[in-house]
């Protein structure tokens, strides 16, 4: 049986209401998330630590800067994030994409759902002409869900990120706007 896994889950743009659900679910993905994300002082898992990334997150979101969300299942719990980031204007009309979801909702299509319904947000709302990602060069899983959904590869960024405490090797991916072309 397939199923559409767009009913079953959503994005929407974070709020300050959202700092205690995210301080619990890093808490709980704290060791899954690890070796995809960078060093991560304690503060960062407590609900204050989370409010301080949303308050900046919103307030680059009122500078035009980002687009962050949460990615919900179907009950509308949150089961990780998704954004769009350096949004740059312009002739370059660009922005990046980075996401995550949680541990338990892994590997069931939440990510690949979020990615298409950002990648409107992008393209059909913001009118930009491309979404660049950067993946870790082993991890196949999230080259997938950005293939699955029209990204292609472009290149390798050598030592372009220190994540899990080193300078790592990342894929890089972009999609382009269909409407541009």
């Given at each position: 049986m397939i199923r559409d896994h767009r009913q079953m889950s959503s994005i929407r743009l974070v709020t300050m209401d959202d700092a205690a659900e995210l301080a619990a679910?890093?808490?709980?993905?704290?060791?899954?998330?690890?070796?995809?994300?960078?060093?991560?002082?304690d503060d960062f898992f407590s609900t204050d630590g989370q409010r301080a990334v949303l308050e900046e997150a919103l307030e680059r979101h009122g500078q035009g800067l980002t687009y962050p969300h949460v990615i919900l299942d179907a009950s509308a719990r949150i089961i990780g994030r998704i954004n769009l980031g350096n949004v740059v204007l312009g002739p370059f009309q660009s922005c990046g994409v980075g996401y995550w979801v949680s541990q338990h909702a892994n590997g069931r299509g939440h990510a690949s759902a979020a990615l298409h319904a950002i990648k409107n947000v992008a393209f059909a709302d913001l009118g930009l002409h491309r979404i660049e990602?950067?993946?870790?060069?082993?991890?196949?899983?999230?080259?997938?869900?950005?293939e699955k959904n029209g990204f292609v590869r472009f290149g390798v960024a050598p030592a372009y990120l220190k994540i899990a405490g080193s300078w790592q090797d990342h894929t890089m991916f972009q999609a382009l706007n269909p409407q541009h072309h």
């Open positions: 679910l890093f808490a709980t993905n704290r060791g899954f998330l690890a070796p995809w994300e960078p060093d991560r002082a990602a950067g993946t870790l060069a082993h991890n196949v899983r999230s080259q997938r869900v950005l």
